[in-house]
């Protein structure tokens, strides 16, 4: 019932910026934590970023502190992610996801099975040197 839908990605050069936007739609219950993760090719998935929406937290993997954030606007039913400085590691398929059981307060927020129980198709994200 809930619809997640991610848009923005793209093909950009070393140390350029996307924006990616995750839109929300037919929730049913409160949203906890959004959050989001990448999957390269030959990789695991692995979660990016995350946001609790009861105060606003905020959880990065160390690779992209201090060139990702993570905001939503709950107006819009929009999360997003601006990524700045892109790194060719930085490619992958970007997916949000949503916990709308607070499952991500006891599996922690990097747990995508435990603590995530929606999930949009993901969007796209390559960088050239």
């Known amino acids: 019932q809930v619809r997640l839908v991610e848009s923005g990605g793209g093909s950009v050069q070393a140390g350029g910026s996307l924006r990616l936007s995750c839109a929300a739609s037919g929730y049913t219950y409160s949203r906890y934590c959004m959050g989001w993760f990448r999957q390269a090719p030959g990789k695991e998935r692995e979660g990016v970023a995350a946001i609790y929406t009861g105060d606003g937290r905020t959880y990065y993997a160390d690779s992209v502190k201090g060139r990702f954030t993570i905001s939503q606007d709950n107006a819009k039913n929009t999360l997003y992610l601006q990524m700045n400085n892109l790194k060719p590691d930085d490619a992958a398929m970007y997916y949000c996801?949503?916990?709308?059981?607070?499952?991500?307060?006891?599996?922690?927020?990097?747990?995508?099975?435990?603590?995530?129980?929606?999930w949009g198709q993901g969007t796209q994200v390559t960088v050239s040197s």
């Open positions: 996801a949503a916990d709308t059981r607070g499952t991500t307060m006891i599996a922690g927020w990097e747990d995508p099975v435990a603590g995530y129980d929606y």
